[in-house]
């Protein structure tokens, strides 16, 4: 199913800027088990998958400062999740189904592709190889690449200038408010993927697009 405030230039389009959690890969296993892994170590209970993903979306810190909440030593926390996650990216963490084909399909087409994530880096490029995806993308960019993450435009406008292209040739992929907030901070077009971490949260601002799959993904960006 598509939903469209606004009609998407196809033809127009030469490169789209994909999320990672929520939009390419379902990893919300792998980071709750990292995350209570962080909490045992504090000596605190684990959480429930949907509290946890509750504070996905603005980077490792967030989500590891909103799930002590206040109880414990935050550094110390954060550099065990990391540590714990380094490890244990991808036991369970795939692409959602179809990703790979879509991805492939907009290849075939001639779109360039980059990761625009606020994951740190070195997780990304982590699952992205370990998942045999990484050849997709020309660029990759996590939450710890520059200064300012997502919402900020920095990170799209940093693939854009290396790939030479222009706001409104671009695509931002994504299953937030976040995503859709970098699109706009970026002057790019916004399609959000409702099948993710944060359906809820495209609601307000509203993507340019919103799909519910990967069929309806590939449909919408004429794959």
């Not at 230039?9 to 390419?24: F, H, I, N, S």
């Not at 492939?104 to 625009?116: K, T």
């Not at 601002?205 to 449909?219: H, T």
């Amino acid at each position: 199913m598509i939903q469209s405030d606004h009609a998407l230039p196809v033809a127009q389009v030469r490169a789209l800027l994909w999320d990672l959690d929520g939009t390419l890969v379902d990893s919300r296993a792998d980071i709750t088990s990292s995350l209570n892994a962080a909490l045992a170590g504090q000596g605190l209970d684990p959480l429930p998958l949907e509290t946890v993903m509750g504070f996905v979306g603005h980077g490792a810190r967030d989500l590891v400062r909103g799930c002590l909440a206040g109880r414990g030593d935050e550094d110390e926390a954060y550099g065990a999740f990391l540590d714990h996650y380094r490890a244990n990216l991808v036991v369970v963490t795939r692409p959602y189904p179809g990703i790979p084909e879509v991805l492939a399909a907009a290849r075939a087409r001639g779109l360039r592709q980059a990761v625009l994530t606020n994951k740190p880096i070195e997780h990304t490029e982590g699952i992205l190889a370990g998942l045999g995806l990484r050849g997709f993308f020309e660029v990759v960019v996590g939450g710890d690449s520059l200064p300012t993450p997502k919402p900020a435009p920095e990170g799209a406008r940093a693939i854009l200038g290396a790939l030479g292209l222009r706001p409104e040739s671009a695509v931002m992929v994504g299953d937030s408010d976040t995503d859709t907030r970098t699109a706009r901070a970026a002057g790019l077009w916004s399609l959000g993927v409702a099948y993710g971490i944060s359906p809820g949260s495209l609601a307000d601002p509203r993507p340019d697009l919103c799909v519910d799959s990967a069929a309806a993904l590939a449909e919408a960006l004429g794959l």
